[in-house]
């Protein structure tokens, strides 16, 4: 593939890696200020109240200049899609290294897994959050508002974070835009990890996988999803919560079944356009 098929300002980004212009990296940097802005407003997490949006976009403008400096030519991935990547990536870990949340967070975000992981396969479906929420002994409302909190430990679906002390870094799905990524071995590994997380998405309700395609495939932003399925903002936020918690309990499932040899293949490939109307669970 050409660099002009994958670069926006190809005379630019020569004019940097040959060192002709001595301001070309700054102009570059400039250019994408947009894919920070971009991804701060994807971000489906709360954050704390002493952090302010300049902040995040702060430690995104640290991933878009490590994106610039690090990006080669010759790359078969677009530049947007790489600094995307290294933008989330450096958002997130900074949000980590600052281990603002709280210990009775991660702790409820993991007893949520657990529980509902443990009712779906009694139940051999997904549990709706009036079954979940008798499963635990509290109510609805306390439900969803410990899914809203939780939203701080289930990053995303790239990128989700264990609900534990040292807050691990699960990333069940690796970026593409990794350096390693285009390594035969580990884009085959990719990809079956891939083949899992599709089977498991197709195992969630109609409503979180919806919610998982607006977001993910159709990059919506939370106010634009909850436009589009008639709820809240904060409700898309719970529902996106759980799912990648359910998915988490799945993948965990997938991948301790590949470990003692059995196979995790059974199971169709989720189909993950939109669907409407979806029950609201």
């Not at 250019?31 to 302010?52: C, D, E, N």
């Not at 990648?244 to 989720?270: N, S, T, V």
């Amino acid at each position: 593939m050409a660099d002009e098929e994958v670069l926006e300002n190809p005379e630019l980004w020569k004019a940097f890696w040959n060192g002709r212009e001595a301001d070309a990296r700054d102009r570059l940097i400039v250019q994408y200020i947009p894919l920070v802005k971009y991804v701060v407003g994807r971000l489906a997490i709360s954050l704390p109240h002493f952090l302010t949006s300049e902040d995040i976009i702060s430690y995104g403008v640290v991933g878009l200049i490590d994106a610039v400096e690090r990006y080669e030519a010759g790359r078969n991935v677009k530049f947007s899609t790489y600094a995307i990547a290294r933008i989330r990536g450096a958002i997130i870990d900074e949000l980590r290294s600052l281990d603002w949340v709280p210990r009775q967070v991660r702790k409820q975000a993991r007893e949520i897994e657990q529980a509902m992981s443990r009712l779906d396969q009694e139940l051999g479906r997904p549990a709706t959050e009036r079954e979940l929420a008798g499963a635990m002994g509290i109510t609805v409302d306390k439900l969803q508002q410990a899914l809203f909190d939780s939203s701080s430990v289930t990053i995303s679906l790239t990128r989700m974070v264990e609900p534990d002390a040292g807050e691990r870094s699960a990333q069940f799905l690796p970026d593409l835009a990794d350096d390693k990524a285009l390594d035969p071995l580990d884009y085959s590994e990719r990809m079956e990890v891939s083949r899992a997380l599709a089977r498991a998405i197709s195992r969630l309700t109609k409503r979180e996988q919806q919610v998982l395609s607006l977001y993910y495939v159709d990059e919506l932003n939370l106010r634009e999803i909850g436009a589009v399925l008639e709820v809240s903002e904060s409700r898309v936020c719970q529902l996106h919560t759980k799912a990648i918690l359910r998915l988490r309990g799945f993948m965990q499932e997938a991948l301790a079944a590949a470990a003692d040899g059995a196979d995790p293949a059974a199971g169709p490939i989720a189909d993950l356009s939109p669907r409407l109307p979806a029950e609201v669970t």
